[in-house]
């Protein structure tokens, strides 16, 4: 057990000689611990160096080593879900000096990717793809006649989704020749494993249980009645000391729960179930955060980590100002609500933290629904809620809301379903790259008809058009960025602005008009003094502020900034006004370009896409030199 991060690297003789999974598997299997304890050392040691993901990997350490040391790799197929458990995945794939560099410009991935590694045979950013994926690639083999195995691993509360439960029930129709390992983190399907069960599971796994079930199966063939009750037999005596009565329903043999942290156990279990026919399940109990004290105890704090400083940092001067975050933002402003309406219910998957509704939470219980990872559910029930009074308010990170597109056009808007959703890490997000970037809800959502589209600049800004859509009486959405705001004061008390009413920043002479919308808008302020430019902060994307627009139709230049895919984003919609009016002027759309921004600091990707101050100023000026 560690007590504490180590700030040198370890020594690891033993993960030293490993560069590939070949190497894995030419150790005898009592050398199997020892690479264990390294491997985690080592995390430890280069996560710290790093920062990122940590209580996750921490846990399938022992899992990881088991799947490589049994598993042709990369032939055989590890499909990863929830990606931050990869981590000891990257160590054992020749990744291991590369982890250093992890959620860096220019470095790895902090997920699985497949154009960084063979061993990374399937992308994920996000949760409950991989049984899905691990079909595909093992119906893939069937056609193909390979031998090639599928194995998907599952866990961090990824199977909450029902995307993982169709897959399930579509491998069982199919019969798939598939593995599922269930990463059980966090006992939510079973209580600890006990003695009884875990001899039924290395009972159930073994060859001679397999022997005498398939030749029960030969010998009742041709008697179906008594085929059914011998099934039905083994079924209930699983589901007496196991929870696998569910899987066994979908098609699947399941094994377990067996403990997550016996490499030794885990590598005869899979062992055994490597040659195994049809759709298998192996449910494992880990501990999230195993071998490092603090993060076993706190799980949710050491999900992630900062880099560690060797040496203590300075501290703050006391009348340092800490600004808040936007999150924080949000959480004060629907706790502020809650106390005033008691109609309003926050809807969350599985981002309590990351959205800031821990004080919600603890002061309004009956009125918070964390819903996991469902966020297609967490759509369609704030619609069931809309429907019968209630005033939901839905906490999502905008990446995550992409998955319940359907729901939200469906559900939500086409019934006019008064519905806000406060859309958290809008834009770039930095170091966890194009997998979690919100690069797109602007453009998503104006399209849908009944949506009111909003993109605050600031912390009050933000705050008051939450409430303007919470007072919206229809389906709203608020979408701020990551991070930290620039300090401004917060007005307390809760006031909405008139729908779809901009505001000027700046009023400038030179003819050139700045619109700016969300974070981005006081990016623009360097150029707009510079240029003597007119800077519209325009709040609205749906609906615009199309008659403060049309007071400036005489400009010699527009220019829209967004921290959105300027395909279809509010710029679009700045182009589509004056086209409909048939007002012809230059504009120029400075946003997100037509590529995945792969991960770096916030600040160096807006410097990439040109959206730092010094890149506006200068591509306004190129712009005024073609006119």
């Known amino acids: 057990m560690f007590e504490t991060i180590p700030t040198s690297r370890p020594q690891t003789p033993l993960l030293d000689q490993i560069d590939t999974p070949a190497d894995l598997r030419q150790l005898d299997k009592k050398d199997l611990p020892a690479l264990v304890r390294e491997v985690r050392e080592f995390m430890l040691y280069s996560v710290g160096q790093t920062g ?174 008594a085929l059914e009750l011998a099934r039905k037999a083994e079924e209930h005596m699983k589901g007496m000391v196991s929870p696998g009565t569910m899987f066994e329903e979908l098609g699947f043999n399941y094994i377990g729960p067996i403990d997550g942290h016996d490499v030794e156990l885990l590598t005869q279990t899979l062992s055994n179930l490597k040659g195994r026919k049809g759709p298998q399940f192996l449910h494992v109990i880990t501990k999230k955060g195993k071998g490092f004290e603090p993060a076993e105890g706190d799980p949710i704090g050491y999900h992630a980590i900062n880099k560690v400083e060797p040496d203590p940092k300075p501290a703050s001067p006391a009348n340092e100002k800490k600004f808040p975050k936007y999150s924080n933002i949000f959480g004060r402003w629907v706790c502020d609500v809650a106390a005033q309406d008691n109609r309003l219910v926050a809807i969350t998957p599985a981002m309590k933290e990351g959205s800031d509704l821990i004080e919600f939470a603890e002061q309004y219980p009956t009125r918070y629904f964390d819903v996991a990872i469902a966020e297609q559910h967490a759509v369609t029930l704030a619609a069931g809620m809309a429907c019968d009074g209630l005033k939901p308010v839905v906490a999502i990170y905008s990446t995550f809301l992409q998955r319940g597109y359907d729901q939200l056009i469906h559900d939500v808007a086409l019934q006019n379903l008064d519905v806000l959703f406060a859309i958290d890490r809008a834009g770039l997000v930095g170091e966890d790259g194009p997998t979690h970037a919100g690069a797109y809800d602007l453009s998503y959502l104006r399209c849908i008809p009944n949506m009111v589209v909003m993109a605050p600049s600031d912390e009050d800004e933000c705050r008051k058009l939450l409430q303007t859509g919470y007072e919206f009486n229809g389906p709203a959405a608020v979408r701020y960025p990551r991070g930290t705001g620039r300090g401004i004061e917060l007005t307390p008390t809760l006031n909405a602005v008139p729908i779809g009413q901009s505001r000027i920043l700046r009023k400038g002479q030179s003819g050139t008009v700045i619109c700016g919308f969300g974070r981005p808008t006081y990016d623009a302020m360097k150029a707009a003094t510079s240029l003597d430019a007119t800077l519209i902060d325009m709040r609205f994307v749906k609906p615009l502020d199309e008659a403060t627009l049309l007071s400036f139709q005489g400009a010699t230049l527009f220019v829209t900034i967004e921290e959105n895919a300027i395909m279809g984003g509010a710029g679009s919609a700045v182009l589509e006004c004056l086209q409909s009016h048939h007002i012809s002027v230059p504009v120029l759309q400075l946003g997100l370009p037509d590529r995945y921004e792969e991960h770096a600091s916030h600040s160096s990707m807006l410097k990439r896409v040109g959206l730092d101050e010094d890149s506006i100023l200068a591509a306004i000026q190129h712009k005024l030199t073609k006119i």
């Not at 993982?164 to 599922?180: I, K, Q, R, T, Y």
Request: hydrophobic share 40%.
């Open 52 to 225: 990122g993901h940590f209580g996750a990997g921490l846990g399938v350490v022992e899992l990881t080593v088991a799947l490589h040391h049994v598993y042709n790799t990369p032939e055989d197929r590890l499909v990863w879900d929830v990606g931050h458990q990869a981590y000891p995945h990257k160590i054992l794939t020749g990744r291991r000096d590369a982890l250093l560099t992890i959620r860096q410009e220019g470095g790895i991935s902090g997920f699985p990717k497949r154009e960084e590694s063979e061993f990374d045979t399937f992308g994920v950013g996000h949760s409950s793809t991989s049984i899905g994926a691990a079909l595909g690639m093992a119906l893939a083999a069937r056609h193909l006649e390979t031998n090639r195995k599928a194995v998907a691993i599952i866990g961090d509360g990824a199977m909450s989704a029902g995307m993982a439960f169709e897959a399930l029930n579509h491998a069982g129709d199919v019969e798939a020749d598939m593995l599922v390992i269930l990463n059980d983190n966090e006992m939510s399907i079973s209580k600890p494993v006990g003695a009884l069960s875990s001899y039924f599971a290395r009972m159930w796994a073994s060859k001679t249980y397999e022997n005498i079930r398939e030749g029960g199966r030969k010998v009742f063939s041709g008697l179906p009645s």
